[in-house]
Structure formats: structure tokens, C-alpha cells
């Protein structure tokens, strides 16, 4: 059988209901981590990009959606399977609406829930001090993964790279 390719759009709305140009989307999925958009500002004057946020995901499946709004809110929700391959209306939160989200929400492998209920990186080396291998001991944390590394001296300017095997200039 075919597979069918997810394809995905979210829509932000303004308190207005009008497009949420600026607006942040994040899609969280099963494989793939996050997928992040912001819906274009309209400020080319040539040609205006469409303001909604595209995500094709292929065989991926998306668990849950984060929408950030510029002027600092933000909603996140569990998506439901219907909901894939489709167009997703998100309104602007009322006052009262709960903000954090009851449910329970999938952030996928190497994120977790916040205390605000939104997804965000985990520190894999933070948490899991024994997290590497002996031969790679020193852990740095990764945006939604973990890099461990041989340890190696380099001379002043220079830390080893990836897997320790020379050394590079340093690149901060
Ligand atoms: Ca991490």
C-alpha cells in the first residue's frame, strides 16, 4: 500500500481573527523532533508569502502543536489524528481559556514537558550524569538530542571536536 504523505497546515489567528503574521508554530513529532515555523511578516512588497505554516512530514506523525503569538502568548495541544492532513484553524487564547493543557502531551524523544506544559529540550547530560561512554565521557547537550565526546587536551584556542580526534579552534 501507498503511503500517504502528511501534509500539514496550521493557521494562527490574531484575538481579531485575522492571520498571525509573526506567530511561532511548532509541530512535534514521533521521529523527526520539531518542526518550526514562523508565519511570514507580509513586509516584501514583491511577492507576500501566504500566511500559514506548511509542515510536510512524510511518514513522520505529528503528536502535538505549539503556537507562540508576538505579543507573548502561547497554547499547546495534543493533535488528533483526524487533524493530520488537514488545515487547523488555532484561534487567539481567550483570558479565560486554560492556557496549559490537561491532557497529556507527547514531545517525542529527547524533549520534555515544562512546567508551563510546553516542550522543550531535555539535557540529557544534566539529568543522566553517566549518559556517555567511557572512551567519550564529556557530554554536551544538543538542541532535542546529546553529543558525547573522547577526552583530549588542546592547546590554548583549541577544543577537540566531535569525536575527539583532533583538535579545532574554538568556536564561540
Ligand atoms: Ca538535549
Excluded at 60 to 75: F, K, L, M, Q
Excluded at 105 to 130: M, V, W, Y
Excluded at 136 to 163: H, L, M, V, W
Aim: charged share 25%; net charge negative.
Amino acid at each position: 500500500a501507498k503511503y500517504r504523505d502528511s501534509l500539514f497546515q496550521v493557521i494562527p489567528r490574531t484575538k481579531f481573527g485575522a492571520f498571525a503574521r509573526g506567530a511561532k508554530v511548532v509541530v512535534y513529532t514521533k521521529k523527526s523532533g520539531p518542526h518550526t515555523r514562523i508565519i511570514d511578516g507580509g513586509s516584501g512588497y514583491l511577492c507576500e508569502m501566504e500566511p500559514v505554516a506548511h509542515f510536510g512530514l512524510g511518514r513522520d506523525v505529528a503528536t502535538n502543536v505549539e503556537v507562540y503569538w508576538p505579543d507573548g502568548r502561547s497554547i499547546a495541544r495534543p493533535l488528533e489524528p483526524s487533524e493530520i492532513n488537514s488545515v487547523l484553524e488555532i484561534p487567539y487564547p481567550k483570558d479565560e481559556e486554560e492556557v496549559t493543557p490537561t491532557v497529556e502531551i507527547e514531545c517525542g524523544h529527547g524533549f520534555a514537558l515544562n512546567e508551563f506544559g510546553r516542550c522543550t529540550d531535555k539535557d540529557e547530560c544534566t539529568q543522566f550524569p553517566s549518559m556517555c561512554p567511557s572512551d567519550r565521557p564529556i557530554c554536551t547537550n544538543t538542541y532535542g538530542s546529546y553529543k558525547c565526546r573522547a577526552k583530549k587536551r588542546c592547546n590554548q584556542g583549541f577544543e577537540p571536536n566531535d569525536d575527539g580526534s583532533a583538535c579545532v579552534g574554538e568556536s564561540s
